[in-house]
């Protein structure tokens, strides 16, 4: 799965604003899709101690949400970290875990913001455009934007309002619990994208396409980190080794 827009990440920070404005008139805010078979989540997580990010895709046929693929990628940072400015830093790694799918999702998932972006384009809308698929936000925290409280039953909504404009909503997953943030990524209407994030809902607050990419790559920087302590620890004895050696000779 290639993106259909080549990706343009090394780039100063201004330059990333103009190019997020750039993108984002290329982003569609109607439903624009076919049947969807097959739901991907996506998310990353950050390893400080080699500087990296490590990302998950996990592909789903829908609406069974039985898993059917699953793919990984590391990529050193190249990007500060900029609020607003985010899907730079995180955006390689993602791109490459989505180039290793032998299935191609017809609808994405990110964790993540759409619409809801101080800018209006967030992560689910670039990666969306780039790759040319309907992707929606699903976000765990709020970024811009005000809302009231939406009911206590899961299914409740409450719009969420930025600059005058209904970037998302606000939807109760699981009754009683903290809400989730559905923001139109690219080729989906937001009504839309909070039906298919609520159909991908299984009586947990995150939907199951992010949540168990969450754990994914939650798992996955843990056994890197894992293999680098074993790697230090082994260099550590054969330097031991080498120096005895060495001692022993004179």
Not at 23 to 30: D, H, K, S
């Amino acid at each position: 799965m290639k993106p259909r827009i080549k990706p343009r990440w090394n780039l100063a920070p201004r330059a990333a604003v103009r190019e997020q404005e750039r993108l984002r008139e290329r982003v569609i805010l109607a439903d624009q899709f076919g049947p969807i078979r097959y739901v991907a989540g996506a998310d990353l997580a950050f390893d400080p101690a080699t500087d990296a990010a490590v990302a998950g895709v996990i592909v789903y046929r829908f609406p069974e949400l039985i898993e059917v693929e699953r793919r990984r990628a590391r990529r050193k940072l190249r990007f500060p970290y900029v609020p607003g400015l985010l899907s730079f830093r995180e955006g390689p790694a993602l791109l490459a875990a989505f180039a290793r799918l032998r299935i191609e999702p017809d609808l994405i998932l990110i964790d993540g913001h759409g619409r809801a972006h101080p800018r209006l384009f967030g992560i689910a809308s670039h990666l969306g455009v780039l790759l040319d698929k309907p992707a929606i936000g699903c976000a765990k925290s709020l970024l811009v934007g005000e809302h009231r409280e939406p009911g206590r039953k899961a299914g409740s909504t409450a719009s969420l309002w930025f600059k005058g404009e209904r970037v998302g909503e606000v939807l109760r997953t699981r009754d009683g619990v903290k809400p989730i943030y559905v923001t139109a990524g690219h080729r989906v209407a937001l009504d839309s994208a909070v039906e298919f994030v609520k159909q991908c809902c299984d009586g947990f607050r995150i939907p199951q396409p992010t949540r168990e990419a969450d754990h994914y790559v939650r798992d996955l920087r843990r056994s890197y980190q894992e293999e680098q302590i074993k790697g230090q620890k082994a260099k550590s004895k054969n330097e031991r080794r080498e120096r005895a050696a060495v001692a022993r000779a004179r």
